[in-house]
């Protein structure tokens, strides 16, 4: 497999390129959507509420967890999982400048 062209773009396309590939699963969307509901829970809460094995749950939590989106504390044996807020702040401000531009264009480009 060859190597990345990722030091050819800016540290913060490299960013939104590790958010969006984390959000690009629907388990993941609906994990994110659990956790906006409920505001925390442990694995096993989730496990429950997604038709997926324990184990493919907790790799889709790491993927999240790895890119930033949410964040998890050990309580006891278990761990917390919620939204970490400074991965969606990145989000959100893309889909602004996205939207900022198309307020102004207003124009049929193609």
Do not use: W
């Not at 990345?4 to 590939?21: C, P």
């Amino acid at each position: 497999m060859g190597a990345t062209k990722t030091d050819s773009f800016t540290d913060k396309q490299n960013e939104l390129a590790i958010l969006a590939k984390a959000l690009g699963h629907p388990a993941r969307i609906a994990i994110i959507e659990y956790l906006l509901k409920v505001d925390s829970c442990i694995c096993g809460d989730i496990v429950n509420e997604l038709p997926l094995a324990q184990p493919t749950v907790s790799q889709h939590l790491k993927e999240l967890k790895n890119a930033g989106i949410i964040k998890g504390n050990f309580e006891g044996n278990s761990i917390c999982y919620c939204i970490n807020e400074p991965g969606f702040e990145q989000i959100k401000g893309f889909f602004q400048d996205i939207t900022k531009h198309l307020d102004k264009k207003k124009n049929d480009c193609c």
